[in-house]
């Protein structure tokens, strides 16, 4: 296991969302610190699109949706939004034996060109800056 990964952050930067490209340790207090809590992890392409040599999962607050967080990430098929994350996330490849592993160019150039677009979510009268994963 590594002790230090390439990854994507996906974070808040005043009302924007943004995605930006961090080393961290590879050790559970970092992603709990970061993400506010305990964490989930999810697949970074829900719809399969990715076909790389190695699953890239999006790590998540576990228990978002019952914090106040404000959302960060949308799901979208065509114009409907059908689901979000809240809250930092912090995308990851995982290696052959299930760890988190750096992400290389290739990898992080496919995330961004699956969450490139941007959008709006109203949550409490808030309009929420999001970036948009249109799968």
């Known amino acids: 296991m590594e002790n230090h990964i390439k990854v994507l952050k996906v974070e808040k930067n005043g009302i924007r969302t943004i995605i930006k490209e961090d080393i961290i340790k590879n050790e559970l207090e970092t992603f709990n610190d970061y993400l506010?809590?305990?964490i989930a992890v999810i697949s970074a392409?829900?719809?399969g699109s990715y076909k790389g040599n190695r699953p890239i999962s999006l790590v998540?607050?576990?228990?978002g949706n019952y914090k106040p967080?404000?959302?960060?990430?949308?799901?979208?098929?065509?114009?409907?939004?059908?689901?979000?994350?809240?809250?930092n996330a912090i995308f990851v490849a995982v290696d052959d034996k299930g760890d988190f592993a750096s992400l290389t160019e290739e990898?992080?150039?496919?995330?961004r060109q699956k969450y490139r677009h941007h959008g709006t979510l109203q949550m409490d009268e808030v309009a929420h800056h999001i970036i948009v994963y249109n799968g």
Request: glycine share 12%; aromatic share 12%; charged share 20%.
């Open 69 to 87: 967080l404000a959302p960060s990430i949308g799901y979208a098929r065509g114009q409907e939004l059908v689901d979000y994350v809240v809250g």
């Open 36 to 38: 506010q809590g305990y």
């Open 107 to 111: 990898e992080m150039m496919a995330v």
């Open 45 to 47: 392409f829900p719809d």
């Open 60 to 63: 998540i607050n576990d228990e």
